[in-house]
T-cell receptor, first 115, second 107 residues
């Protein structure tokens, strides 16, 4: 299994500002994922971040709005840029472990409120 | 395209009654299917996956390729089963989630 921590756990931000969310894993992983969960909705994949390469974004998400860093095998950041109230969501970091089969583990999430 | 449908947003049953959470999927290839659970104030966690064919906390789920379903079942619900349940499908690359079903077990 993997232990994943995220910082901050929650934040309230003003529109037009940016917030960087950190994700730390207790083991080295190849693939890390960032999800968004808007109020009352399911999880939507924002992007996949592999160490040493550019993140791959899903349809509807762009690098200018959600820049991602992946400097090593245990850490990643997601920035939510130029925020608007529509960005109010829970943002989750996730990792995939392939030992013994595919399993995906999730962080506790970052609850973002944009005013 | 990958799609997962959970038709019930809310499901309420009495303790000791059987419970079934429905999940249907759409995927042209050979899918891997999962059930994730999120208890109150806890993070999302894997409950079970179809390739394991195991029972976790009394829950089972059988992949029915003919009906493209992966329903989650438990014969006797317990109060601690109250949680949010998500069905998920892994296709070629990514994990796609259904909308989730909030299960409430009444005493």
């Amino acid at each position: 299994s993997a232990v994943i921590s995220q910082k901050p756990s929650r934040d309230i931000c003003q529109r037009g500002t940016s917030l960087t969310i950190q994700c730390q894993v207790d083991s080295q992983v190849t693939m890390m994922f960032w999800y968004r969960q808007q109020p009352g909705q399911s999880l939507t994949l924002i992007a996949t971040a592999n160490q040493g390469s550019e993140a791959t974004y899903e349809s509807g998400f762009v690098i200018d709005k959600f820049p991602i860093s992946r400097p090593n095998l245990t850490f990643s950041t997601l920035t939510v840029s130029n925020m608007s109230p529509e960005d109010s969501s829970i943002y989750l970091c996730s990792v995939e472990l392939g030992t013994g089969g595919y399993e995906q583990y999730f962080g506790p999430g970052t609850r973002l409120t944009v005013t | 395209a990958q799609r997962v449908t959970q038709p019930e947003k809310l499901l309420s049953v009495f303790k000791g009654a059987p419970v079934e959470l429905k999940c249907n999927y759409s995927y042209s290839g050979s899918p891997e299917l999962f059930w994730y659970v999120q208890y109150s104030r806890q993070r999302l966690q894997l409950l079970l996956r179809h390739i394991s064919r195991e029972s976790i906390k009394g829950f089972t789920a059988d992949l029915n390729k003919g009906e493209t379903s992966f329903h989650l079942k438990k014969p006797f619900a317990q109060e601690e089963d109250s949680a949010m349940y998500y069905c998920a499908l892994k296709g070629a690359q990514k994990l796609v989630f259904g909308q989730g079903t909030r299960l409430t077990i009444n005493p």
